[in-house]
Structure formats: C-alpha cells, structure tokens
C-alpha cells in the first residue's frame, strides 16, 4: 500500500526458508514472552491477514542474490529469474580458457 498508493485486496506473500521463525510467527505461544515487542508485528501481520507466510527452500530463495555472496552459477540463475531476462555481463558463467599447461605452483602471500 505505501509503494502503489492503492489498497491491497488481498494478503502480501512473504516467502521465508526459516521454519521456526514461520510457526511461532503463525503460532506463537504464551511463553513467548521473552521476545521484544518490536519482533511481534509479523505475528500481528499475519494473525490479522495482511501477510501470509510460504516456505520456500533456500535454494530457491531468490533474494539471497541481494543479501548473500553467492557462486557465479546461482548468481546468474537468480539474475534470470528476478530480472526475468538474460543475466547481466558480469553475472554470466566465465569459462576458464586451456592453455595446455600445468598450473603454476602458488607461492605464499607475504604481508608487508
């Protein structure tokens, strides 16, 4: 509502891949006392229908592109999926040119 200006007609879904954070979300107990006030709103959410909570696995959590240091594989496939078109340049898989040769020994980094 505070993005569009207009009024919502049905709840917002907010995937999460944190199961216990979900059920005491969805169903929190008197015992949950302990925690600070400010960390019930979601429970307030989704008790009053403003959000619905969905499980989603972590690999498929696409906004881990925006809140994690991923490989360069899973990074273009969120690029993909979020931005819906080809992943960006320095999103794509680089494959390593074959010189032939071995690879040169490395030496140990000297800290001056």
Same mark, same amino acid.
């Given at each position: 509502?505070?993005?569009?200006?207009?009024?919502? &007609?049905?709840?917002?879904?907010?995937?999460?891949?944190? #199961?216990?954070? #979900? $059920?005491?979300?969805?169903?929190?107990?008197? *015992? /949950?006392?302990?925690?600070?006030?400010?960390?019930?709103?979601? $429970?307030? &959410?989704?008790?009053?229908? %403003?959000?619905?909570?969905?499980?989603?696995?972590?690999?498929? /959590?696409?906004?881990?592109?925006?809140?994690?240091?991923?490989?360069?594989?899973?990074?273009?496939?969120?690029?993909?999926?979020?931005?819906? #078109?080809? =992943?960006?340049p320095g999103c794509q898989p680089r494959a390593r040119p074959h010189s032939? %040769?071995? =690879? *040169? =020994?490395?030496?140990? %980094?000297?800290?001056?």
């Amino acid at each position: 509502e505070e993005l569009t200006g207009a009024a919502l &007609c049905e709840p917002t879904l907010v995937h999460t891949d944190n #199961q216990p954070a #979900q $059920r005491v979300a969805e169903h929190a107990a008197s *015992r /949950m006392r302990h925690i600070l006030v400010k960390y019930h709103y979601i $429970r307030e &959410c989704v008790d009053t229908k %403003r959000i619905v909570l969905s499980y989603l696995a972590t690999e498929h /959590m696409i906004a881990d592109l925006l809140t994690k240091i991923l490989p360069r594989p899973k990074t273009a496939q969120f690029c993909t999926m979020l931005f819906d #078109q080809r =992943p960006l340049p320095g999103c794509q898989p680089r494959a390593r040119p074959h010189s032939g %040769r071995s =690879p *040169r =020994p490395s030496t140990p %980094r000297q800290d001056l």
